[in-house]
């Protein structure tokens, strides 16, 4: 468990990400309201929300397709409207939406994404063989992508975001249209890189069995942060035996917020 409170910029800048009273509106619909998050280095961190929360939206502001109305986001230490470029290149993204090129080779696309970092090809090569033996994947790496299951293609994305050696994972809903198993050991996948590695991940789930106990987790509804801390302290606190059902507690609208 890390310190949850706030905490000023200048006094983080080692966090992997910190994203400070971020807020966003389409139109006179405000969809992201003070948002506040921290993901420490080498910790794997929780995003909660339904469909419509603002997921999406927040990372989208964090990995710079939309610009904030108000706020500051800093990752890996970079100021992402100060230092664009530093601070996106710090970032590995795994999308809800599959983005491999299905037509090309998983070594193609990995070597394709390297490119577009600057890294040489002979780079390219050695880390893509390096990262696929780690995941299980060297055996596919002739493959196209179109021949792969949907697990497979999903660690293949984990491992291509992981290429140029980011210091901070963000992961939107990473796991959809994947099975138990499956969603299960990408979830593994992902805690073991972020202990190995010192990588800090922000992965947003509406799935509430991908939320471990001894988890930090944050809790998204209606654009705004309405609870976060250690999942076992937060189920101990309201007296709920698992993350789905303290899910459904907290953000019940009939709920007294004191309860």
């Known amino acids: ?51 419509g929360a603002g997921k999406t ?8 397709l939309y610009a904030a109305d108000e706020g500051e986001i800093r990752i890996g230490g970079h100021e992402l409207v100060k230092d664009t470029e530093s601070a996106l290149g710090s970032i590995g993204v795994v999308f809800q939406r599959p983005t491999l090129d299905r037509d090309l080779t998983v070594l193609q696309n990995l070597r394709y994404f390297c490119n577009l970092h600057g890294i040489s090809n002979a780079d390219a090569r ?74 800090g991940v922000l992965w947003a789930t509406h799935l509430m069995d991908e939320v471990e106990d001894a ?19 937060l189920l101990e606190t309201h007296k709920k035996q698992s993350i789905a059902e303290l899910y459904s507690h907290l953000t019940n609208p009939k709920r007294d917020i004191a309860s």
């Open 1 to 51: 468990m890390f310190n949850s409170g706030v905490v000023p910029l200048s006094d983080t800048k080692n966090a992997s990400l910190i994203a400070r009273n971020i807020n966003f509106s389409f139109g006179q619909k405000r969809v992201v309201d003070h948002v506040e998050i921290e993901v420490p280095s080498g910790k794997f961190v929780a995003l909660l929300g339904q469909n």
């Open 57 to 64: 939206t927040l990372f989208s502001i964090i990995t710079g």
């Open 126 to 199: 050695a880390r893509a063989d390096i990262a696929l033996e780690r995941y299980g994947l060297s055996d596919l790496k002739a493959r196209k992508v179109a021949q792969l299951s949907g697990g497979q293609q999903r660690r293949v994305e984990l491992v291509r975001s992981t290429l140029h050696e980011p210091h901070f994972l963000l992961l939107d809903e990473p796991t959809v249209g994947l099975d138990h198993a499956n969603r299960m050991e990408f979830v593994d996948s992902v805690k073991t890189l972020c202990k190995e590695h010192d990588v």
């Open 215 to 233: 988890d930090y987790i944050y809790i998204l509804h209606n654009g705004k942060i309405i609870y976060e801390g250690g999942s076992e302290e």
